[in-house]
T-cell receptor
Framework: RKEVEQDPGPFNVPEGATVAFNCTYSNSASQSFFWYRQDCRKEPKLLMSVYSSGNEDGRFTAQLNRASQYISLLIRDSKLSDSATYLCVVNINNAGNMLTFGGGTRLMVKP | EAGVVQSPRYKIIEKKQPVAFWCNPISGHNTLYWYRQNLGQGPELLIRYENEEAVDDSQLPKDRFSAERLKGVDSTLKIQPAELGDSAVYLC????????????FGPGTRLTVL
């Protein structure tokens, strides 16, 4: 079983739609959680951190459920520019900067 | 501020040939990472440096892969000899001691082994 699992997609949605991605992680000792975004043939970039209380950044909302060991990302009012692969990332040990990446979920926003 | 620099951007070689990738991290970033990313998958860590010390190389295939960061700044990753299965994008990333969790990635080197 992979340490971080995501539905690879693709998710094809129209502009303006709301779309949600989930991610599960296997190590209950995981300490911190993130979403990275990767555009086609580009490098990954940090999108947002995921806090236990949930957090929002504009149209993006991230949630963490420690009991069920899953993380979600909600995108409201999708834009064409949101088309990318979204990588779920877990840090098992805050004392060491060891990030484990999921396989990514591909999103395609259509006009 | 300059980002993480990698070269070459693309490399095509025949199997059994050697290949080397170079990375220059963001100035002041003590931690440097090498990742491999296969098509349709997330990056997988190969090796992590804190300054010039390799602190985690457990995922580095040591029979053919080697890496160095002699002066604690730029780094080289080498494969010798390359195999068909080594075709992937090799990503270098760096982070500072204050914000470990935000790793800044370079554009990567796309390796094709024929």
């Amino acid at each position: 079983r992979k340490e971080v699992e995501q539905d690879p997609g693709p998710f094809n949605v129209p502009e303006g739609a709301t779309v949600a991605f989930n991610c599960t992680y296997s190590n209950s000792a995981s300490q911190s959680f993130f979403w990275y975004r990767q555009d086609c043939r580009k490098e990954p970039k940090l999108l947002m951190s995921v806090y236990s209380s949930g957090n929002e950044d504009g149209r993006f909302t991230a949630q963490l459920n420690r009991a069920s060991q899953y993380i979600s990302l909600l995108i409201r009012d999708s834009k064409l520019s949101d088309s990318a692969t979204y990588l779920c990332v877990v840090n098992i040990n805050n004392a060491g900067n060891m990030l484990t990446f999921g396989g990514g979920t591909r999103l395609m926003v259509k006009p | 501020e300059a980002g993480v620099v990698q070269s070459p951007r693309y490399k095509i070689i025949e199997k059994k040939q050697p290949v080397a990738f170079w990375c220059n991290p963001i100035s002041g970033h003590n931690t440097l990472y090498w990742y491999r990313q296969n098509l349709g998958q997330g990056p997988e860590l190969l090796i992590r440096y804190e300054n010039e010390e390799a602190v985690d190389d457990s995922q580095l295939p040591k029979d053919r892969f080697s890496a160095e960061r002699l002066k604690g700044v730029d780094s080289t990753l080498k494969i010798q000899p390359a195999e068909l299965g080594d075709s992937a994008v090799y990503l270098c990333a760096s982070s500072s001691g204050l914000h470990y969790n935000e790793q800044f990635f370079g554009p990567g080197t796309r390796l094709t082994v024929l």
